[in-house]
């Protein structure tokens, strides 16, 4: 039995034979992964071992102050949030070998190839095609809304193998080769100016029998798997008090006395209320999970997150006044990564709209609180048994 | 999209708290079982509102289950002087399924507020009251208007030669009190409701189940049990102001179940309404809510059982979430459940009148902004 006393230890004789400060980043990332210590609820050989979930925090905690170099989740987070976690459950032996480790350290990054010009919140509704050509697929379409495209080496990918069947049948989950000579990635620039996200378009590309994930037919199953825990790790992130977007209008609010009018105090006040009760929410989500006692809070925490980022974000832009007009900067650029920090109120004011977009829209998300934890009756479906092919677009 | 999250920011931030435990303890939810079965025999809402129009508002049977039944009046009492030597994480299980039930008995008013500004006061009279408190046979009331936030302005009632002037309106279950805690600015007094001088006169109340009333003293005999009203008035406000978000969570947990209930049963052009987004959307925000004001409530609650630096912040942050979305919770119900909610006879009116009520009890949601504004350094223009 796995305990955090032995995994202290675990992580003590590891960090022994690999001090950080004498070993080379990738080489200290590799051989953690090796010795179970990347993330410890994976069976042994594939990052783990197999322990408790709430126990790679004794682990973390143990390297982390022993000044260990993290895995750079940032840059990552698909790969490690989303693709990882799907390859685990539905994998066959042979993906789980060769994908998580480079996975896990940061060789290879990962892109998600779900979202369609014509399906968003209608995910299921996607039209790419895949078609069986002996033991290779030839996948055409389009895909949008791809953050980290340029950069990946792999995408896991949704597409149609069966158009005669209802839409949520005929989908099976593959992954994706980004470096296949059909793979074209053009940058897509957002409100921020930004190109963070991308278009994809899939012309003939050869995506052998063996990248399929799951079974034929299965995709629409496997990727509940992904999108579950997609907004899990939107929603899940432990702050401080006043860490967050309320962090800089705080700040701001407290350093620069001429900005203050009594309308904003109060408007400033409400959303610290807000922000710190979201903060206990997360907390008290955190700590059932600990329990082994999981709620349904994690459903809203993205919601709740969603709305407050977005209107701290709009009161920030406010408060600076004159300097509220000013943007930093409109150049196109292609950030490896998103991040709030270090980046001005207007970008964030800008970037915080999406998300209520990103990873389920709000819409989206109220109805599944409200059918699955609610339990109050679903939308009529008037496409739920008509063939794919038929239905119209 | 498919980007990234939300991510920190780190600034410079006021002091961080300690980590609370939010969660309830299996006790804790042993606790609410029972008192949850008591109230479903005890206080139905038929009950509650026959009650409400009767001479009687108190519902004086309850009270002597819950307390000579349950010892719960004396839980934030020590043993050592008469009561179970529990916390605010226990009593406020208790305020939860009371407010639940719209419950019309004096727990918070005497178990908490009187209770807690005995306990501020170190003297043989306030330990003698506590065990009387605590016992359930005597209900004390703070005597200060329901509005008084923790460090608002205080009644003027004045105290010479042991015998007490001055008339204070809006004391919540002065109707049910036995004994007076009359704050003066020559300390803190107690009064028996019988005492020569002392008249009770009801008020009509918004909120039929925690009745109001004016209590005036003209020359009444008067002990002192201690010495400076300030800081055991300021006390028993703090904890009656965090332990109310648990009333308020109690009062909005119901009024979502029932409205979920409702509109999965009631149909309207042919289906059952709660299936049309624009009532499950509205559903789904109230969800978020409760499990936000859950948060709020229990942080309140943890951090007066531990005595914590951040309890005054815990319950100014737990009164400015709860109040606004209790009184948005049932005024949701309400409309959600249309004509039918409307009517007497349906209770979501008793809910609707103590939530509005609950969101002017112990401050306003601007007093306790006020608080914080003050305490986690954020201040006024």
Known sequence: ?393 | MEGSGPLSTQTTQSPQPAQRDLLYSEEEEALRSVVRGLLADHCDATAVLTRTESAEPHDRELWKALTDGMGLAGLLVPEELGGQGATHREAAVVIEELGRAVAPVPYLTSAVIATEALLACDSDAARELLGMLAAGRTVGVLTVPLATAPGGALPDVRAQDGALRGSVPGVADAVAADVFLVPTSAGLFAVDATEDGVTVAPQTSLDLTRPLATVTFEGARARAVGPESGPAVRRGLRAGAGLLASEQLGLADWCLTETVRYTKERTQFNRPVGSFQALKHRLAQLWLEVVNLRAAARNAADTLAAGSADADVAAALAQAYASPATVHIAEEALQLHAGIGMTWEHPVHLYLKRAKSDSIALGSVGRHREELAARVNLPAP
């Open chain 1, 1 to 393: 039995m796995t305990d955090g006393a032995e995994l202290r230890r675990r992580a003590q004789e590891f960090l022994a034979a690999y001090p950080p400060d004498g070993t080379e980043r990738a080489e200290f990332l590799k051989a953690r992964f090796d010795a179970g210590l990347a993330w410890v609820h994976y069976p042994e050989g594939l990052g783990g071992l197999g322990a408790p979930r709430s126990l790679q925090a004794v682990v973390d905690a143990e390297l982390e102050a022993a000044g260990a170099p993290d895995n750079d989740p940032r840059r990552i987070g698909i790969g490690l949030g989303m693709a990882a976690p799907t390859i685990l459950r539905f994998g066959t032996e042979e993906q789980k070998r060769s994908f998580l480790r480079p996975l896990w350290v940061g060789d290879e990054v990962w892109c998600q190839l779900f979202s369609e010009p014509g399906a968003g919140s209608d995910l299921a509704a996607l039209g790419t095609r895949a078609v069986r050509d002996g033991d290779t697929w030839v996948v055409n379409g389009q895909k949008v809304w791809t953050s980290g495209a340029h950069a990946a080496r792999w995408a896991i990918l949704i597409a149609r193998t069966d158009p005669e069947v209802p839409k949520h049948r005929g989908i099976t989950y593959f992954v994706c080769d980004m470096t296949d000579p059909g793979v074209e990635v053009r940058p897509l620039r957002q409100i921020t100016g930004e190109a963070e996200f991308n278009e994809v378009f899939l012309t003939d590309v050869t995506i052998p029998d063996a990248h399929r994930l799951g079974e034929i037919g299965d995709g629409w199953k496997v990727a509940q798997t992904t999108l579950m825990n997609e907004r899990v790790s939107i929603g899940g992130a432990r702050i401080p008090r006043e860490g967050g977007m309320i962090g800089p209008v705080v700040e701001a609010w407290r350093e620069r006395p001429e900005l203050r009018t009594h309308d904003l105090h109060q408007r400033l006040l409400k959303l610290w209320v807000e922000a710190e009760v979201a903060r206990l929410t997360g907390e008290r989500l955190r700590q059932q999970l600990v329990a082994g006692q999981p709620g349904p809070e994690g459903s809203g925490m993205k919601l709740g997150f969603a709305r407050l980022n977005q209107e701290i974000s709009g009161l920030e832009v406010e408060l600076l006044g004159e300097e509220g007009l000013l943007y930093e900067d409109w150049t196109m650029r292609r950030p490896e990564k998103v991040d709030f920090v270090g980046r001005d109120a207007g970008y964030r004011y800008l970037r915080a709209k999406g998300n209520s977009i990103e990873g389920g829209t709000s819409e989206v998300l109220l109805n599944i609180v409200a059918e699955r934890v609610l339990g109050l009756p679903s939308e009529p479906r008037t496409d739920k048994d008509v063939a794919w092919k038929d239905l119209a677009r």
